[in-house]
């Protein structure tokens, strides 16, 4: 997905702020979980209970700049989602950024959490190239 950067996501030195990382790892998630398995968020519910960022290069806000996102493990009741932040200029590609989310299946009912339904894990497995 291409990061569409505001003028507020800069900071004071005309770099990306290091908060706005996390936005843009919820927007490609959001798409990347529509896209993967059509996930209704009304139905099947999730907390995100961790983030993980490593900063890498600074990304200027004309940098052409693309997030990459993929389900890297599965488990019961979460899952833990990978991101790359690339710089791509015609054929040569530059990694600005790389981090992770753990989420958990939750019932907001209930105020539990529950197991990863079938139906998102078999359509997330024929979605992601490599098994988890």
């Given at each position: 997905?291409?990061?569409?950067?505001?003028?507020?996501?800069?900071?004071?030195?005309?770099?990306?702020?290091?908060?706005?990382?996390?936005?843009?790892?919820?927007?490609?998630?959001?798409?990347y979980?529509?896209?993967?398995?059509?996930?209704?968020?009304?139905?099947?519910?999730?907390?995100?209970?961790?983030?993980?960022?490593?900063?890498?290069?600074?990304?200027?806000?004309?940098?052409?700049?693309?997030?990459?996102?993929?389900?890297?493990k599965?488990?019961?009741?979460?899952?833990?989602?990978?991101?790359?932040?690339?710089?791509?200029?015609?054929?040569?590609?530059?990694?600005?950024?790389?981090?992770?989310?753990?989420?958990?299946?939750?019932d907001?009912?209930?105020?539990?959490?529950?197991?990863?339904?079938?139906?998102?894990?078999?359509?997330?497995?024929?979605?992601?190239?490599?098994?988890?």
């Open positions: 997905m291409k990061i569409q950067k505001r003028w507020s996501d800069l900071d004071e030195v005309a770099h990306v702020n290091n908060a706005v990382y996390l936005t843009y790892f919820e927007e490609a998630r959001g798409y979980f529509y896209e993967a398995c059509k996930w209704d968020w009304k139905i099947d519910g999730v907390i995100l209970a961790n983030n993980q960022v490593d900063y890498i290069r600074p990304i200027l806000y004309l940098d052409p700049t693309y997030i990459y996102v993929r389900t890297s599965l488990g019961n009741k979460s899952l833990e989602v990978q991101y790359l932040i690339l710089n791509e200029y015609e054929d040569k590609k530059v990694l600005m950024s790389k981090g992770s989310s753990v989420l958990v299946m939750y907001y009912k209930t105020q539990a959490s529950v197991p990863v339904p079938q139906y998102i894990r078999e359509r997330l497995k024929e979605y992601e190239p490599v098994s988890f």
